[in-house]
């Protein structure tokens, strides 16, 4: 059953006598909490509510209601508190009556937090003590069943009637409440209740306390679209600048409020704070700008999809070196695949002169180098390399280049796994001596550093670190020796060892790892 009927229709079952009924639930509420059988069930509603309640450790013969704001902060959250703009509604509604039947009419939050409080001055004196005032919370976890807290818990009007509160100080008072939502969202914003002395109030002030509920949501409605208008008058001329463009006015919340045009679009499209797009139902991107008061979302019309880039790759870190350009594995000389690397490390590109230096020293003649690069145009394309510039239009990737970009950023086991054989091993040309030095010297500085032992074993067993006496020395040293490569290293020192001393001295063997 739907919980507003369920709510009304169970006040309306209550014993028309306060006093007979009072009884009855005292002796319900004491059966159900000893385990004995009740002489009436309670109502399903306050049986489900004393479970959550009791769940929560709420204690049936203690109160203590916590106190969330002291009163020197309760005016500044209420003026701030979307209800604020409907407490005269309610109070024109309720106060009135309130007074003549000695109750109170009480306006939480949606966490149960008491904001608002007005009635008879002897009613909220005897309400003070109890908690009954602003700046306490009401709900279920915190002070068991209650109209208040159940309204919101089970989000449906309620009228709790003396002892079918769970904890006793409450079984003077009867009170019925119903929850007050958003109309823009739908969210709770808080309950309206109206409490007072078990004996005065009637069970159709749950029926009443509801109808005030509804008509707050009205009122909150009417204010809603009045801003969604606003909203519209200040930012249609937004929309008109699109041109025709697909473009939507949203509220904070998200919701249309505008677009063109108007049948592509949802009712709510949910901006993230801070994003500048959003994703549509139908696939699309969206642009977000900030409004004072919402957002304008324009979808920008499709941009034709880039040119082809070709795809570049260069191995040369292995025992042969390679090219791959879009799959298709390239012919290499090794000045071609020179060339390619020292453009590779320029991506900015070089001049002739630049060019021939890198490749030929100070005795290099840009003539030649000009030469080179024609013929390797000639090879791979235009779309490859640039004929206004000597620098590469692919998208490049080599392992030297990942190399690097591994010691960059400290994963030392990529890049030393990378590189078993140092840059095109039989280069003499200048840049790519330059660079093969550069890149295992700081490879060997960074696999010594990290004490990292799988590293250094990859190192060791690689090329350029198969000779370095340290490298063998941490490895015979820092190896566990039921690891079965601490005896491999060991002999591998031990062979290093008995070298010529002046030969495989540990400087000479890192220039001969670097030079290789």
């Known amino acids: ?15 028309p006598d306060p006093g007979a009924q009072f009884h009855l639930l005292q002796q319900v509420r004491e059966a159900v909490l000893s385990g004995e059988k009740p002489p009436a069930p309670p109502r399903p509603m306050v049986s489900e509510s004393w479970r959550r309640s009791l769940a929560a450790h ?74 009954l005032r602003e700046g306490v919370r009401w709900t279920e976890d915190a002070i068991g069943t209650n109209a208040m807290g159940t309204a919101l818990a089970i989000d449906g009007p309620v009228q709790i009637y003396s002892a079918e509160h769970l904890v006793r100080t409450y079984h003077p008072w009867t009170c019925a409440a119903a929850p007050i939502h958003d109309p823009d969202t739908g969210t709770t914003f808080g309950a309206i209740d109206v409490s007072g002395p078990l004996h005065t109030l009637h069970p159709a002030v749950v029926c009443l306390v509801n109808a005030a509920a509804r008509l707050a949501e ?96 260069l191995s040369f870190l292995g025992d042969r070196p390679a090219a791959v350009l879009d799959g298709r594995e390239l012919p290499l000389t090794l000045r071609r695949a020179e060339l390619l690397a020292v453009l590779a490390l320029h991506p900015a590109g070089l001049t ?17 180098a000009r030469s080179e690069v024609h013929r390797l145009r000639a090879q791979v394309g235009e779309s490859v390399m640039d004929p206004r510039h000597y620098r590469l239009r692919a998208d490049v990737e080599a392992d030297f280049l990942a190399v690097r970009a591994a010691l ?9 796994a990378a590189c078993h054989v140092p840059l095109l091993a039989h280069s003499e040309a200048p840049a790519i001596r330059a660079e093969r030095y550069q890149l295992l010297a700081a490879l060997r500085s960074a696999v010594l550093d990290h004490h990292d032992l799988e590293a250094l074993w990859t190192f060791g067993q690689s090329e350029p670190g198969s000779d370095d006496l340290e490298v063998f020395e941490r490895l015979a040293g820092e190896l566990h020796p039921h690891d079965p490569r601490q005896a491999v290293a060991a002999a591998r020192l031990a062979w290093l060892l008995t070298e010529d001393d ?13 030079d290789r």
Do not use: F
């Open 1 to 15: 059953m739907d919980p507003e009927i369920a709510g009304i229709t169970a006040a309306a079952s209550l014993s």
């Open 58 to 131: 709420v204690d049936p013969d203690h109160y203590r209601p916590p106190i969330v704001y002291g009163s020197d902060e309760v005016a500044d959250v209420r003026s701030a508190h979307p209800l604020h703009a409907v407490v005269p509604l309610l109070r024109e509604l309720l106060v009135g009556i309130a007074d003549e039947s000695r109750h109170v009419m009480i306006i939480t939050d949606a966490d149960g937090t008491i904001l608002w409080r007005e009635g008879p001055p002897d009613i909220c004196r005897r309400a003070d003590p109890i908690g």
């Open 218 to 313: 009205g009122h909150l409605r009417d204010l809603m679209e009045s801003r969604d208008e606003r909203l519209r008058a200040a930012n249609m001329r937004h929309l008109a600048g699109l041109r025709g463009e697909a473009g939507a006015l949203l509220t904070r919340t998200g919701r249309v409020v505008a677009a063109q045009p108007e049948m592509r679009w949802p009712g709510r499209i949910p901006v993230p704070p801070g994003a500048d797009r959003v994703l549509l139902d139908d696939g699309l991107e969206a642009l977000v700008e900030p409004l004072p008061e919402g957002y304008l979302l324009r979808v920008p019309p499709p941009v034709r999809a880039a040119a082809h880039r070709p795809k570049l790759s």
């Open 352 to 368: 002739a002169e630049q060019l021939a230096l890198h490749l030929y020293g100070d005795e290099g003649n840009p003539t030649t």
């Open 408 to 416: 960059r950023t400290g994963d030392v086991r990529t890049a030393v």
């Open 502 to 514: 002046e030969d495989r001295s540990p400087g000479e063997a890192r220039r001969r790892a670097a």
